[in-house]
C-alpha cells in the first residue's frame, strides 16, 4: 500500500464528517440526537457520515415537502368529500365528552386535523386468528372496492390466502388496490405482484427503495400503518401485519399478540381519506372525486372515534403531545402497551410525574422482541421509572405487539404507532382514539389479562444486573435517538 493511501482516506473522512457535522448543526435537531450522530460519525468513519447522509433530516424534510404538495392537489376533492358526507354531520359537541379531557380532545382536532365521529361500531380483536377471520370475510363480501395498507405484507401462507381473496374480487370487477411500504415489504417476490396485476389488482409502494439518486435516500420515512377500507363503509386498523409470523405460525419469538379494530360508522370516511391521500402521493393518481369511495355513512353504533394520521408531513411531533398530554390528564390510571419502549426524556418525566402525583402507572413490553438493541434501549430507563413509582411488567409468553394506552378506563388509543422516537417524529402511523368508557374497560381486562403472563420487575432485578449486561444497557440507551 503506498504511504500516502491511508494518511489520503483519513483526510477524506474528516472533510466529510466535517460537513457532516455542519449540516446536523443546521438541523437544530434535539441535543441528545445530535450528539448521538456526531458520537456516530465519530467512532464509524465513513459509515457514520454516509449513513446520516442516507436517512438523515435533509431527506425526510425533502419527502415531506413533495407529501405536502401532492395533498394540496388532492385537498379540494376530499374538502368536498367531507362537506357532502354523513360523517359531516355526526361530529359530537363539547357536552358528549367528559370536561377533563375536552382539551385534549380539541389537540387531537387541531394535529390530526380530523374532529371525533359519532355512532360507529367497534369490535376490538387481541387473536389473530380472528383478525384475519373478520377481514377475510369483510373482503369476500366487497362490493365496490377494497383498499389495504400495511407496513409488512408476507408472501407466505398468510400473504397468499390475502391476494388470492383479492385477486378474485378484481376479477368480480371489485376495484382493489393495494400500498405497501416499500422497505417493510422488501424482497416481496416478484411473481405474486405479477399474478395480483394480472388479475386486476392495482399494487404501489411507498417511496421505493433504488440506485437511481432520487430512490437512493429513501430509506428513512416509512409507511408504517396497517389500514383496510371497505366499500368506504369498514375500516381494519391497528397492529397486526400480513404474515404468518403475525399469526402465531412461526415460533422464534412465540406467538405475536396484537391488538386490531373492525370499525363500522361514519369515521370510516376520514380512514378512506388517509388511503386517498397516501395512493395519491405513492401513485400520483387522484381518487378524490370517485364519489363511490365516500358513501353516506349512517349511524352503526354508540362509539365516538377520532382517527388521528400522523407523520413527518403533517404537525411535526403530534403524536408524541397526543400521549403527553393523555398521561398529564390521568386522574387514575394508564396503562400503556408497547412493543418497541425508547422514551425521550419528555415522555420518561411525564411517565414519572404522573406517578408521583398517585396516579398507577403501568407499563407493559415483550421480555423477547425481533430488536434486541431496542430492548436494552428500553431497559435502561427502567431504573428511574420504578423510582418513581412506575410498574413495569415483561410479557413473556411471545412477542407483544400491541399497541395501546389507556387513561382512566374511560378512553383509550389502539393504533400502529411504538413509544419510540421513530413513531414520534419519522413514520407514518395511524392512531385510533375511543372516546368509549365500555371499549377501555375491555382494553383494560385485556391488559389484566396479560399480567398473568408477565414478569414484574424491581429494584431488585435491576441491583441484579452484572457488570457487562449495565455497559450494554448503558451503550443501548446512547444510541436511543438514533433507534
Given at each position: ?5 491511508w ?72 374538502a ?52 384475519f ?8 363480501a ?38 405497501l ?54 375500516v381494519?386498523t ?60 349512517a349511524?352503526?353504533?354508540d ?40 422514551p ?14 398517585g ?125
Amino acid at each position: 500500500m503506498p504511504e500516502w493511501f491511508w494518511p489520503t482516506i483519513t483526510g477524506l473522512n474528516y472533510l466529510l464528517a466535517t460537513g457532516v457535522i455542519l449540516a446536523l448543526l443546521r438541523r437544530r435537531k434535539q441535543p441528545a440526537a445530535t450528539l448521538a450522530w456526531i458520537l456516530a460519525i465519530y467512532l464509524m468513519p465513513f459509515i457514520g457520515s454516509i449513513t446520516y447522509v442516507l436517512i438523515g433530516d435533509t431527506r425526510i424534510e425533502r419527502q415531506v415537502r413533495r407529501r405536502r404538495q401532492r395533498r394540496g392537489v388532492i385537498a379540494p376533492g376530499l374538502a368536498r368529500q367531507s362537506e357532502t358526507g354523513e360523517s359531516a354531520l355526526a361530529t359530537p359537541g363539547a357536552d358528549a365528552f367528559d370536561p377533563r379531557i375536552r382539551d385534549l380532545v380539541t389537540l387531537a382536532t387541531r394535529v390530526g386535523e380530523q374532529p371525533p365521529a359519532d355512532g360507529n361500531d367497534v369490535t376490538l380483536f387481541r387473536d389473530a386468528e380472528r383478525t384475519f377471520l373478520a377481514l377475510s370475510l369483510a373482503i369476500e363480501a366487497a362490493e365496490s372496492h377494497v383498499h389495504l395498507e400495511y407496513y409488512i405484507f408476507k408472501a407466505d401462507d398468510t400473504g397468499r390466502a390475502v391476494a388470492q381473496l383479492l385477486e378474485a374480487k378484481a376479477r368480480q370487477g371489485v376495484a382493489c388496490r393495494m400500498l405497501l411500504d416499500a422497505v417493510g415489504c422488501w424482497g416481496m417476490p416478484g411473481d405474486m405482484i405479477r399474478r395480483l396485476r394480472h388479475a386486476g389488482v392495482e399494487v404501489a409502494f411507498f417511496l421505493p427503495i433504488g440506485l437511481s439518486a432520487k430512490k437512493l435516500f429513501r430509506i428513512n420515512c416509512r409507511n408504517h400503518r396497517k389500514l383496510v377500507v371497505i366499500d368506504g363503509r369498514v375500516v381494519f386498523t391497528g397492529s397486526q401485519n400480513i404474515g404468518d409470523e403475525y399469526l402465531g405460525r412461526k415460533r422464534r419469538l412465540g406467538p405475536w399478540r396484537d391488538t386490531h379494530m373492525r370499525i363500522v360508522g361514519p369515521v370510516a370516511s376520514q380512514a378512506q381519506e388517509v388511503f386517498v391521500e397516501d395512493w395519491h402521493f405513492a401513485t400520483g393518481r387522484d381518487l378524490s372525486d370517485d364519489e363511490t369511495l365516500f358513501p353516506n355513512n349512517a349511524r352503526a353504533g354508540d362509539s365516538i372515534v377520532q382517527l388521528v394520521a400522523s407523520g413527518p408531513d403533517r404537525f411535526r411531533g403530534a403524536l408524541h403531545m397526543l400521549l403527553l398530554a393523555a398521561v398529564s390528564a390521568a386522574r387514575r390510571t394508564v396503562l400503556i402497551i408497547t412493543p418497541y419502549f425508547v422514551p425521550d426524556m419528555a415522555m420518561i418525566l411525564a411517565l414519572a410525574t404522573a406517578a408521583m402525583r398517585g396516579v398507577r402507572v403501568r407499563l407493559m413490553v415483550p421480555a423477547r422482541s425481533d430488536s434486541r438493541v431496542v430492548v436494552w434501549a428500553g431497559r435502561s430507563y427502567y431504573a428511574d421509572l420504578i423510582q418513581s413509582g412506575v410498574e413495569i411488567y415483561e410479557y413473556e409468553d411471545g412477542m407483544l405487539h400491541s399497541k395501546v394506552v389507556v387513561i382512566d378506563e374511560q378512553w383509550s388509543l389502539v393504533g400502529s404507532a411504538n413509544m419510540d422516537i421513530r413513531s414520534f417524529n419519522i413514520n407514518f402511523e395511524l392512531t385510533g382514539l375511543l372516546y368509549d368508557e365500555g371499549l377501555s374497560r375491555k382494553l383494560a381486562a385485556d391488559f389484566a389479562n396479560l399480567l398473568t403472563r408477565a414478569r414484574r420487575i424491581t429494584s431488585d432485578n435491576i441491583a441484579d444486573r452484572g457488570f457487562g449486561e449495565s455497559i450494554v444497557l448503558g451503550m443501548a440507551r446512547l444510541a436511543s435517538p438514533l433507534l
